[in-house]
């Protein structure tokens, strides 16, 4: 995702930066980390029912001896430090070659991971909530008060 969105903010291909993301920076490393695991978060009991893979959760259940609720709240723990290890390299931004339209493209597809898997499977899921919020967001208007009267 990071190759193909830095690919598509910019209009031209900067070598230097391609390689930057190539070597697989710290950068992208936290950013992935947030992606996998909310990701996990929002969808491993229905995929589990599907027969799919265990995920981060299961595995942190069976490793630990710990219940579900348990591993989530380590998993969600984990996400939160993942999230202050990604400011931390976001500030750091003049040690990096990625341009700010590359770094923000990168960073706004993290928290459109964590906005869509917040409250399950915004993605697949048949509930509409997720749809819903995001439409909310760009098309219903913002009641404007006026506050001098």
């Avoid at 990604?86 to 493209?105: D, E």
């Amino acid at each position: 995702m990071a190759v193909h969105s830095s690919l598509f903010v910019t209009n031209q291909i900067n070598k230097k930066e391609l390689e930057f993301l190539e070597s697989y920076p710290e950068f992208l490393y936290w950013s992935a980390l947030i992606v996998r695991l909310q990701d996990d978060l929002g969808t491993s009991s229905e995929e589990l029912k599907r027969g799919d893979v265990a995920k981060s959760i299961q595995c942190y259940m069976h490793e630990n001896g710990v219940s579900e609720e348990a591993a989530r709240r380590h998993i969600k723990n984990v996400v939160r430090e993942a999230w202050k290890m990604l400011n931390v390299q976001r500030l750091r931004g003049g040690a990096s070659p990625l341009s700010q339209a590359v770094s923000g493209s990168l960073l706004n597809l993290v928290r459109g991971a964590h906005c869509f898997y917040q409250h399950g499977d915004g993605h697949g899921s048949q509930n509409h909530l997720t749809k819903h919020h995001a439409l909310s967001l760009l098309f219903d208007p913002i009641p404007l008060y006026n506050f001098t009267s």
